[in-house]
């Protein structure tokens, strides 16, 4: 599809079109695109930008991640096919290690995915060999690798689902959300949850954190970073209701 720049709304086509080709491809799953849709929803009300509680939190987010013994990036389908370079960026930045783990897993997409990040740069990516599995999560949902989301103390989980971010912090691991919806399960259940779209999220905690090797963790309070972020959308909702007298 042929989008001229100027188009009001390119930079959310063009969003589109890499999942929808990456659908067609086999590496984003049908119920990849309804989340996608999901987060578009909310990305309207919050202005299409990183609002300061996501700064916020990406500060958090990258100081977590810089003081990690195991710190693991978790990769699905539709974040492999939004931002595969800036996934590649930030894993080499603090290190980290990336792991494909997917909702609808099958081998195929499992193999698809980390030969797209492997285009993309990554030299090592997790996933294709399963050998453990987190508890409570159902066979295939469950699979993961002992070297990184087992044993991550520290996990970044951009698009997951609710129980999954419970398990993980059952395990006692400190997680790391990207979520559009503040009110997800996922958002509410995060330990640091940054409410911004992930092609934003990502780059911004690179580069926080190449600015940030040695910095302490600063201070956090997720349930009123959340608050505060659907104070912002309550706020911006009445803002335009206004506008209809
Ligand atoms: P939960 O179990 O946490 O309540 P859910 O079932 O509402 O999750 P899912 O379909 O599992 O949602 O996951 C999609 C989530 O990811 C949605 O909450 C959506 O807002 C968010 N999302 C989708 N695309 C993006 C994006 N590009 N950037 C950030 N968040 C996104």
Redesign the pocket.
């Known amino acids: 599809m042929t989008v001229p720049k100027s188009h009001p709304r390119y930079e959310s086509l063009m ?1 589109r079109d890499k999942l929808i080709d990456a659908y067609k491809s086999g590496m984003v799953a049908e ?1 990849g695109m ?3 849709g ?6 309207y009300l919050l202005g299409e930008c990183t609002i300061p509680e996501a700064e916020e939190a990406e500060m958090a987010a990258a100081a977590l991640l810089l003081s990690a013994k195991n710190p693991v990036i978790s990769v699905n389908g ?1 974040v492999a096919a ?1 931002c595969p370079e800036a996934l590649v960026e930030l894993a080499e930045a603090i290190p980290a290690k990336l792991e494909v783990n997917l ?1 609808y897993r099958t081998d195929e997409r499992m193999k698809k995915i980390v030969k797209h990040l492997k285009d993309h740069g990554a030299k090592k990516v997790l996933g294709l060999k399963p050998d453990a599995h987190i508890p409570d999560l159902e066979h295939a949902r469950g699979l993961c690798t002992n070297e990184g989301i087992f044993t991550a103390d520290v996990i970044l989980v ?6 999954r ?1 419970q398990t993980l912090r059952k395990m006692g691991k400190t997680v790391i959300v ?4 503040p009110l ?4 509410m ?1 995060g330990s640091v949850t940054i409410v ?4 934003r ?1 990502i780059p911004n905690i690179t580069e926080l954190a190449r600015g940030m090797k040695g910095h302490p963790v600063p201070k956090f309070d997720n349930a009123a970073n959340l608050r505060r972020a659907i104070d912002r959308i309550t706020h911006s909702l009445f803002e335009i209701r206004c506008v209809f007298k």
């Open positions: 969003k119920a309804i989340a996608h999901r987060g578009e929803a909310f990305d539709n939004l909702f951009p698009l997951e689902d609710g129980d971010v990207i979520d559009l919806n997800s399960r996922s958002a259940a911004d779209e992930v092609t999220a």
